[in-house]
Nanobody, 124 residues
Framework: QVQLVESGGRLMQSGGSLRLSCVAS????????MGWFRQAPGKERDFVAS????????YYADSVKGRFTISRDNAKNTVYLQMNSLKPEDTAVYYCAAANWGIPSLNFYDYDYWGQGTQVTVSS
């Protein structure tokens, strides 16, 4: 059974930095594209960032480009989201997602497994 467990979310001040982690188990992590999505109250789940199985290809939403960095450590079955220069509009539940293939996608329906989410709140 595939499990994704996110951690690292908390209350932050605007302008601060935070790193989210997602540990995967139960599948071949090193072959899977990974993604981060977020969902604010009353809004749809939005793409944040994704990475190929090797980490060599990454994609970012325009709203986070230059501030967020996705990375992965295949030896630790972990994907990270480094978030800098946080803004109140970054407030959301952040979800980690894994695909059954290695090519990263911006679309939530391309991902097969999801974590339970971790709350990030940014105060102004």
């Amino acid at each position: 059974q595939v499990q994704l467990v996110e951690s690292g979310g908390r209350l932050m001040q605007s302008g601060g930095s935070l790193r989210l982690s997602c540990v995967a188990s139960g599948h071949t992590f090193s072959s899977s594209a990974m993604g981060w999505f977020r969902q604010a109250p009353g809004k749809e789940r939005d793409f944040v960032a994704s990475t190929s199985y090797s980490g060599s290809v990454t994609y970012y939403a325009d709203s986070v480009k230059g501030r967020f960095t996705i990375s992965r450590d295949n030896a630790k079955n972990t994907v990270y989201l480094q978030m800098n220069s946080l803004k109140p509009e970054d407030t959301a539940v952040y979800y980690c997602a894994a695909a059954n293939w290695g090519i990263p996608s911006l679309n939530f329906y391309d991902y097969d497994y999801w974590g339970q989410g971790t709350q990030v709140t940014v105060s102004s």
